[in-house]
């Protein structure tokens, strides 16, 4: 698919785990400023769904199926506003650590979601 925009969400997604574990560490909630953080990860996230789309429409196949690689692509959109949701219900240090944990599965989908494009399903 396109290999530089899955590792920039991946990094984006592991700054992002950073970012809001730093927070929980120091007995924080999730601020404005790490929606926006997640919105600009979310928009990555997007952007990759749309131009996987675009490719599955071109014809091109990924290595391991259409509908796994469908399915990871809509689980990856998920995971970061799943997370924000659930942040936002708990406004403690806990929703922090609700989306460090969201961040960095987004970052083991998007690794997942290299492999199955790019494998041959062998």
Known sequence: MLDALTVAIGVA???LAAWCGFAAWRDQP???WHFIGMAVVTALVLAQLMIGLVFLARGEEPGQGTVLFV???LGALAAVP???LLSLTER???GSVTVTAGA???AVLEVRLYDIWGSTGA
């Open 82 to 84: 799943a997370a924000a």
């Open 30 to 32: 999730t601020k404005d």
């Open 71 to 73: 399915s990871y692509l």
């Open 13 to 15: 997604a592991l700054a």
């Open 104 to 106: 960095v599965v987004l």
């Open 92 to 94: 403690t240090k806990w």
